[in-house]
């Protein structure tokens, strides 16, 4: 138990579909990430939350569009995806935006039809 | 930006040996530099990190070392087990202060694999 969850675990999807992911943080922090995984790169960072705000869209295609109630919950809402878009989502959370361990939720696996 | 190489892709030991892991980066800011162990199925676990006002930190089995000069950092695990098999991501991590975050860039990842 990480105290990040991410559902749904896997998730399955046709390009015309919308859809979104949900990450719940149990730690008490205070700023909050979504990484994209894919097979043979490096975790690519997409946004950064710090107290509910937006700190960072690191070139992020529309099609992806982040949302951030409060500072235990973010969520990643999907519409019409690319098959390149198919990959393991990881959330992450840390104490602060600084330097701070950041730590990750066992990820969304996501296929695009 | 941050760009941090980490090499072997893949290290195959035997149980009991030493394993070496290691990662270089280019920005001299940078000033924090966790590892991550990332079993099948789950997301990545950070196992130790270590940052720049140290040169060596130790966790039981688990080492991590950092050479500020030649701008690299190594992750040695001893007495390895079948159960240290795993893919392993070194990442770095600028901060400056203030309103900036300290954003995390990975390596590519070492499959580690432990035979007994």
């Known amino acids: 138990e990480t105290g990040v969850t991410q559902t749904p675990r896997h998730l399955v999807m046709g390009m015309t579909n919308k859809k979104s992911l949900k990450c719940e943080q149990h730690?008490?922090?205070?700023?909050m990430y979504w990484y994209k995984q894919s097979a043979k790169k490096p975790l690519e960072l997409m946004f950064v939350?710090?107290?509910?705000?937006?700190?960072e869209n690191n070139s992020v295609p529309s099609r992806f569009s982040p949302e951030c109630p409060n500072s235990s919950h973010l969520f990643l809402h999907l519409h019409t995806l690319q098959p390149e878009d198919s990959a393991l989502y990881l959330c992450?959370?840390?104490?602060?935006?600084?330097?701070?361990?950041?730590?990750f939720g066992d990820g969304t696996r996501l296929s695009i039809l | 930006g941050e760009n941090v190489e980490q090499h072997p892709s893949t290290l195959s030991v035997q149980e009991g040996d030493s394993a070496v892991i290691k990662c270089t980066y280019s920005?001299?800011?940078?000033?924090?530099f966790p590892w991550y162990k990332q079993e099948l199925g789950k997301g990545p676990q950070l196992i130790i990190d270590?940052?720049?006002?140290?040169g060596e930190k130790k966790d039981q089995r688990i080492a991590v070392t950092l050479n500020k000069t030649a701008k690299h950092f190594s992750l040695h695990i001893t007495e390895t087990q079948p159960e240290d098999s795993a893919v392993y991501f070194c990442?770095?991590?600028?901060?400056?202060?203030?309103?900036?975050?300290?954003?995390?860039?990975f390596g590519q990842g070492t499959i580690l694999t432990v035979h007994p």
């Open positions: 990442a770095a991590s600028p901060f400056a202060g203030g309103t900036s975050y300290g954003k995390l860039t």
């Open positions: 939350y710090s107290l509910e705000e937006r700190v």
């Open positions: 730690l008490g922090h205070n700023a």
């Open positions: 992450a959370s840390s104490q602060d935006r600084g330097p701070w361990p950041q730590h």
């Open positions: 920005d001299s800011a940078s000033n924090y």
């Open positions: 270590i940052r720049s006002n140290v």
